[in-house]
């Protein structure tokens, strides 16, 4: 077992208390073992109760952000609180398969690997073509609710796909 990666999970969140809850008891069930790998739950400044929620989890640590700064601040932050040896940054709003940190891991193993990928499913179901394409391309299905940038990237996504078919074509 020692030598498995030590591995933290970096868990962002802004008014998920929702789904946070669902999404911690996830990490906390993976068959990897207790002792290789730790929960840091970045709270980026949420106005519901968010952070209560993730005090409820003793093993999960708690990093709270005075002000909401965006997802990419809220993973530096979480990186900055970071021990592991491997870095992996999940939503409030995922579900972990039991194996994801242990599938994870064995893809470090590779000669050279530089990143890897484990599946994720969505708390809730992702419903529809748009709701599709932002869990393909990295956004949360709470990220649908922001509703103009995620719109414009579908239609952007959708419009390069139309005119690389066209392309072909002729």
């Known amino acids: 077992m020692s030598n498995l990666p030590f591995m933290s999970v970096v868990v962002c969140s802004y008014n998920g208390a929702d ?18 790998y730790e929960i840091i739950a970045v709270d980026d400044g949420s106005t519901d109760d968010t952070g209560e929620v993730i005090r409820r989890y003793p093993r999960v640590r708690y990093v709270p952000l005075a002000k909401n700064s965006g997802i990419s601040a ?7 609180a970071a021990k592991g040896d491997i870095y992996a940054a999940f939503d409030d709003d995922f579900i972990a398969d039991h194996g994801w940190l ?13 990143g890897v990928a ?4 969505a708390a809730r179901p992702l419903r529809g073509l748009a709701e599709s394409y932002t869990g393909i391309t990295g956004g949360g299905f709470r990220h649908m609710a922001a509703a103009g940038t995620s719109f414009r990237r579908l239609l952007n996504y959708l419009g390069s796909g139309l005119r690389i078919l066209d392309t072909h074509d002729g």
């Open 102 to 114: 242990r599938h994870l891991a064995s893809g470090y193993k590779l000669e050279n690997s530089v």
């Open 118 to 121: 484990g599946r994720i499913t």
């Open 74 to 80: 809220a993973r530096n932050a979480g990186l900055g």
């Open 19 to 36: 789904t946070i809850g669902d999404a911690i008891e996830s990490l906390l069930n993976q068959d990897y073992p207790k002792g290789r």
